[in-house]
């Protein structure tokens, strides 16, 4: 197979892969469709054959780190499929693994001026694709109703039951990601003994 028939056949999802890694070094103003066109090894004409600008491209870039996110969490689920704590529990583990293990993405969605302004400018697009946010509060709600017909012992609040959960597992992420808590054992180790003791989620 030739380069060229190569990079024909795969440039759109590699203009995305690089896309982030230089979206997240450069930053929104340097970025350039030029620039990933230089990093993929192709004409700076060809990632006009996908994307009509670099806001199309920086588009799929979140969409495709929505997904992976997402993708993340519903397997957490699977793993527990008839008991709801545990699918909690496991997906706060697995939301902390995604951004330790890929911070980049981390920035793009939460720590960036560029993801609440792209966010908010294209919140339809975001809507209409499945969100993460989503398939954790229905796992809340799962939750939540189990308590309501006295299967757990909580009794909190639908959301604050779900802005603490989500506060504790996204503070995690972002203080071992940014590397602001020091420890010298396994991070994600000790966010499993975290979650899954007797204190969370009773």
Known sequence: MSNETYHHENLKAELIEKGLKL???DGYENF???KVAKAC???HTAPYRHFNSKDDLIMAIALEAHHKFNQCLEEAVKKHPNDNKSQLKEMGYAYVKFFVENPEYLRLLFLSDLAINFKNEHLETFKN???PFETFYKAIERFQA???NGVTSSNTELNALALSCWGLVHGMAILIAKKDFHYDGDYLELVRKILWSGTFLN
Do not use: T
């Open 32 to 34: 350039s469709l030029r």
């Open 129 to 131: 694709g499945k969100q």
């Open 146 to 148: 189990e308590s309501q």
């Open 23 to 25: 979206l997240d070094e």
């Open 41 to 43: 090894n192709v004409s």
